[in-house]
């Protein structure tokens, strides 16, 4: 059985930094491209960043909103998705889902809430 | 980028009652479109890839058709279960963008 299992969020102040994990089983984790998707509250998805895998480079994109404050990374060996977070503005506040692939999001974690506020 | 006009914003409609959610892309996306049903406070669920194949599991009253920048996704017979938020989402290039979600209620 799939399990993908996000940590990492919580309230934060303007301007700081987060990390996100996500914790996956029940596949090969060096096979598949990973990404994060956000949801603000009350709004609709919005997709964050990709990074795919290994056999493909390992190569990651960014949409704009996030370019230059956000870094995807993943450990092959632990079977872990990360997502740095810094520079936190207001409007990253959101549930960020972790979703393995990199188009067609098959399997998604349960999401953690990020809250940017003072 | 590629745009994602999804319409309608919300629908009301009764149980047993065929609907139709449509989904506009700004340029040729070719069959690159997928749907996603996401119920209050869950992560959405893939119904549909590549614009027309429903998902192993997913009941056949759901369905969806088009290619290039139209496409439409239905629902025959609602089922209670069905009322839900419903989004199209695009895997052609990169950024990823979805439609902006078809809230569907109970009449």
């Known amino acids: 059985e799939v399990q993908m299992v996000e940590s990492g969020g919580g309230l934060v102040q303007p301007g700081r930094s987060l990390r996100l994990s996500c914790i996956v089983s029940g596949f090969t984790f060096g096979d598949y491209a990973m990404s994060w998707v956000r949801q603000a509250p009350g709004k609709g998805l919005e997709w964050v960043t990709s990074?795919?895998?290994?056999?493909?480079?390992?190569?990651?994109e960014y949409a704009a909103s996030v370019k230059g404050r956000f870094t995807i990374s993943r450990d092959d060996f632990k079977s872990i998705a990360f997502l740095q977070m810094n520079s936190l503005k207001s409007e990253d506040t959101g549930v960020y889902f972790c979703v393995r692939g990199s188009g067609t999001y098959r399997y998604w974690g349960q999401g953690t809430l990020v809250t940017v506020s003072s | 980028d590629i745009q994602m006009t999804q319409s309608p914003s919300s629908l009301s409609a009764s149980v047993g009652d065929r609907v139709t959610i449509t989904c506009q892309a700004s340029q040729d996306i070719s069959k690159s479109l997928n749907w996603y049903q996401q119920r209050p406070g869950k992560a959405p669920k893939i119904l549909i890839h590549d614009a027309s194949n429903l998902e192993t599991g997913v009941p056949s009253r759901f369905s969806g058709s088009g290619s290039g920048t139209h496409f439409t996704f239905t629902i025959d017979s609602l089922q209670p279960e069905d009322f839900a938020t419903y989004y199209c989402?695009?895997?052609?290039?990169?950024?990823?963008?979805f439609g902006q979600g078809t809230n569907l209620e109970i009449k």
């Open positions: 990074i795919r895998s290994n056999s493909y480079g390992g190569t990651t």
């Open positions: 989402q695009h895997y052609d290039n990169f950024p990823r963008t």
